[in-house]
T-cell receptor, first 114, second 114 residues
Framework: AQKVTQAQTEISVVEKEDVTLDCVYE???????LFWYKQPPSGELVFLIR??????QNEISGRYSWNFQKSTSSFNFTITASQVVDSAVYFC???????????FGTGTRLTVIP | DTEVTQTPKHLVMGMTNKKSLKCEQH?????MYWYKQKAKKPPELMFV???????INESVPSRFSPECPNSSLLNLHLHALQPEDSALYLC?????????????FGDGTRLSIL
């Protein structure tokens, strides 16, 4: 069975603070893919990153960074020097090769206070 | 602006009405998806079209009827909906039907059933 857990329902930070969003996943497959999507109030989901199970390298893109650790089944997302525009719901998601579904976590609502 | 366009953005309808949601993309993607998202919940996959053919139906009630007239368009016909069908309906596309690939989402249609 596949499952994604985002234990943090809501987080509030003050602008310029760093914030880490947690994602823990469960799967029996050895080949799988993890995603992060951002959903601002406008509604669309914006793709942020995809990571496959064979690539444990951490990635940095501007103020965003991701820490993938297979040993703890986690794929955490850090925003450095947060900005008001980062306020959104962030979803972590999991799928496998040939799968018919994309398993989303329940999302973390991030509010960045000016 | 997103590359996947959904219309209308908002729709209010009675339980006896017939209406349609529309989705359009011009990225040359051959897979298109419908998701339903209730408030404070993650998106749930409803239908997948691959090369204009219905590939996946996640046991969606027949009051929802999808249609893919061509590779750029995806419709969702609604008839005799229930109040619990009120939700945000998201359309997405990807180059091929491969859930390993990132999907491009539209802004969604916020549907309210009276």
């Amino acid at each position: 069975a596949q499952k994604v857990t985002q234990a943090q329902t809501e987080i509030s930070v003050v602008e310029k603070e760093d914030v880490t969003l947690d994602c823990v996943y469960e799967t029996r497959d050895t080949t799988y893919y993890l995603f992060w999507y951002k959903q601002p109030p406008s509604g669309e989901l914006v793709f942020l990153i995809r990571r496959n199970s064979f690539d444990e390298q951490n990635e940095i893109s501007g103020r965003y960074s991701w820490n993938f650790q297979k040993s703890t089944s986690s794929f955490n997302f850090t925003i450095t020097a947060s900005q008001v525009v980062d306020s959104a719901v962030y979803f972590c998601a999991l799928t496998q090769t040939g799968a018919n579904n994309l398993f989303f976590g329940t999302g973390t609502r991030l509010t960045v206070i000016p | 602006d997103t590359e996947v366009t959904q219309t209308p953005k908002h729709l209010v309808m009675g339980m006896t009405n017939k209406k349609s949601l529309k989705c359009e993309q011009h990225m040359g993607h051959r897979a298109m998806y419908w998701y339903k998202q209730k408030a404070k919940k993650p998106p749930e996959l409803m239908f997948v079209y691959s090369y204009e053919k219905l590939s996946i139906n996640e046991s969606v009630p027949s009051r929802f009827s999808p249609e893919c007239p061509n590779s750029s368009l995806l419709n969702l016909h609604l008839h005799a909906l229930q109040p619990e069908d009120s939700a945000l309906y998201l359309c997405a596309s990807s180059p091929r039907q491969n859930l390993n690939q990132p999907q491009h989402f539209g802004d969604g249609t916020r549907l309210s059933i009276l």
